[in-house]
Nanobody, 120 residues
Framework: VQLQASGGGLVQAGGSLRLSCATS????????MAWYRQAPGKQREMVAT???????DYAGSVKGRFTISRDFAKNTVYLQMNSLKPEDTAVYYC???????????????WGQGTQVTVSS
């Protein structure tokens, strides 16, 4: 499985961006796709996840501003980011995890990252 992230860029505070992550290879079974981000000097953190059933979860700092969605036909996951803040500045990574039916992780793939910079 390969993941290709795109859509990052420079935007003013209050603006919007939409990230895309296209996957190639077989996506199957119990799985989640997610966006993480890593700011300079900070640990990578989860931003949003979406399961194969469409269930979503968000970090508290982005809830109400970001929306994760998934096009199963295109094997693509999106992150719509609205009301962006300077503290959202980071490299954003997409992630694919596959699990057994018992919840044991068996695959873990990462995209190359896309830079999002929010100016004040």
């Amino acid at each position: 499985v390969q993941l290709q992230a795109s859509g990052g860029g420079l935007v003013q505070a209050g603006g919007s961006l939409r990230l895309s992550c296209a996957t190639s290879g077989r996506i199957s079974g119990v799985n989640t796709m997610a966006w993480y981000r890593q700011a300079p000097g900070k640990q990578r953190e989860m931003v949003a996840t979406i399961s194969d059933g469409g269930s979503t979860d968000y970090a508290g700092s982005v809830k109400g501003r970001f929306t994760i969605s998934r096009d199963f036909a295109k094997n693509t996951v999106y992150l719509q980011m609205n009301s962006l803040k300077p503290e959202d500045t980071a490299v954003y990574y997409c992630n694919y995890k596959r699990f057994t039916i018992y919840g044991v992780p068996v695959d873990d793939y990462w995209g190359q990252g896309t830079q999002v910079t929010v100016s004040s």
